[in-house]
């Protein structure tokens, strides 16, 4: 290990050298990092430790302030990314000899839970589309399958004619990194699919489109386009304020997970490469659990 003793701001300096030369990370990116190891600096000083001699109680402690202050999930992730940079780079260069941030990860409790519908909420969305009118039946299609297969947004968006199995109940949808999963269609959402593609679509594929889910105009929808059609027919259920654009996939997994489906099938439906991403809705089951007993039981 160095003997020397170092400045904190030499050990800032050499750390930035270090994720710009050999990590190749951008200026903007070295700066992001540098500025929480500064925040942590701050931390230690009103401590009367030295970045060096920091333990991991106390970094986990510094992370929980953090959250608590109502810093974003977003920024809260790359906090802890940023401390587990710093230390690894310490013990690279053997200004330490344990690292305390190499068991740091970023437990899913330290963010914002992902917010979802009730089941009575979705059937109320669903029933908003008007099916009286051509884009009543293609929007009911598209929530339908939003919910029914828990797609993202950006998968929907790109499903095409091919990717369709209705007779045998699943369709084939490109996720992150082209990969490709196969996602089963209930009943219910394989009713409103069949209706839009044989009476709605064909009258509106004027430019040959292979995608699914057109506009009058014979388009492929946008993300936003999505976006835009989901908040209009939340504010028109008022759910206003609990739409987002993941709101039915989120609702999709927790639900499943509340009627007893397994962990790992909810991964695999989602797409998730990792098993740590898809238990955030275990967190969410449990918290509206706790929320119905404290609501109904009498001693709660």
Known sequence: M????????????????????????????????????????????????????????????????????????RSLARLVSSIKSFYRFLQLENYIETNPASRLN??????????????E????????????????????ALLEILYGSGLRVS???????????????????????????????????????????????PGWNKKGSTVVFLTRRGSGFTRQGVWKLLKAYGQKAGLSEKIHPHILRHSFATHLLEHGADLRSVQ????????????IYTHVSRERLRQIYDRYHPRA
């Open 2 to 73: 160095k003997t020397r003793r170092e400045s904190a701001e030499n050990l800032l300096k050499t750390y930035g050298d270090y994720l710009t030369v050999e990590k190749g990370l951008s200026p903007n990116t070295v700066s992001s990092y540098a500025f929480d190891i500064e925040k942590l600096r701050g931390y230690c000083s009103g401590q009367k430790k030295s970045l060096v001699r920091v333990k991991e109680a106390e970094l986990i402690n510094f992370i929980h302030l953090q959250a608590q202050s109502g810093l974003s999930a």
């Open 106 to 119: 970023s437990p899913a409790l330290w963010f914002t839970l992902p917010q979802v519908l009730t089941e």
């Open 268 to 279: 695999m439906l989602l797409g998730h490469s990792q098993i740590t991403t898809t238990q």
């Open 121 to 140: 909420e979705v059937v109320k969305l669903l029933e908003q589309p008007d099916l009286n009118r051509p884009q009543g039946l293609r929007d009911r």
């Open 155 to 201: 998968e929907l968006v790109k499903l095409e004619l091919k990717d369709i199995r209705l007779k045998d109940g699943f369709l084939l949808c490109k996720g992150k990194g082209n990969k490709e999963r196969i996602v089963p269609v209930g009943r219910t959402a394989s009713h409103w699919l069949k209706t839009y593609l044989v009476d709605i679509r």
